[in-house]
């Protein structure tokens, strides 16, 4: 009788725990990032339109915040360490997977996933690396390694929030930080010609993803994944980020495919405000 009373209690428990990890979302969930207007740099902007593109699918509200600091108040991360995700008055989570994985624990069998099979899991799960690998080191190589582009538009957003000599300071410590990311991952010594190269292999992979089954509405299938919302994110900001260099850009207008895809996904979530004027524009250029 005692044993039987404590498994009871032990499904109950789990049961309980199961429940409040379903609802486990706190209503003071905020997501830092600085300024885009002078602050963001190309990177950053990409994974912060990922994160806020991927908690949109996955209907969870957030509240934005402009902090300058948010870069400082980061937990860490591997390439971008933004945007900051504050979930109630203790966890806080940076850039894309990390954000990704715990969103996807707090939502358990619920999550925008929960419907693919493990296969198809595995799959974008490795793609998901892939791009953000890929696109992240190329925003990071022309933001930093390419000369027009670091001293017009780079060097002076790394240095917007702080005063001189803080600024100074800030702006080296940033440019030796991106030349470490490239070391690791033997990116340093690529020239545009390269990156550009790596960023076509990518969405010719992609291309693949998306036109293997006709009736894919989304990489994973019929509806959204995490992939969509990471590449929505990066292809946004590449696109309509202005940079004195703007080969990155000019590379995706030759994928049609991949720009109806994201367009689609700006009208389905941001009511098209986001990409359809730049692409647009970038129709005419290539005409």
Known sequence: MELEQNLTAALMQSSAEEGKSEEAWPADAHLHQPAEAN?????????CLAVKT???MCNLPFTEHISDNAEFMSP??????LPLL???PVKTFAEFEPIVAQVEAVQGANCLDSWMSEDQRDNIRCLVSYVENVFTLAEIHMSFVDEVNYQLYTATR???AHPWPLST???FAKQKDAQKILKVYRWQDLDNDQVIQEVSICADALIAELEEDQAKSYFGGSRPCKLDALVFGHVVAIMTTKLPNMELAAVLATYP???AHCRRIDQSLFDGKLLTSAVEEQEDEME
Do not use: F
């Not at 602050?39 to 994974?47: D, K």
């Not at 860490?76 to 360490?81: P, W």
């Open 39 to 47: 602050q963001l740099l190309l990177p950053e902007r990409s994974s």
């Open 54 to 56: 991927y908690l949109r």
């Open 76 to 81: 860490g991360g591997r390439l971008t360490h």
């Open 86 to 88: 504050r979930l109630g």
């Open 158 to 160: 790394c240095a917007a």
């Open 169 to 171: 300071i800030r702006r």
């Open 257 to 259: 495919r991949l720009l």
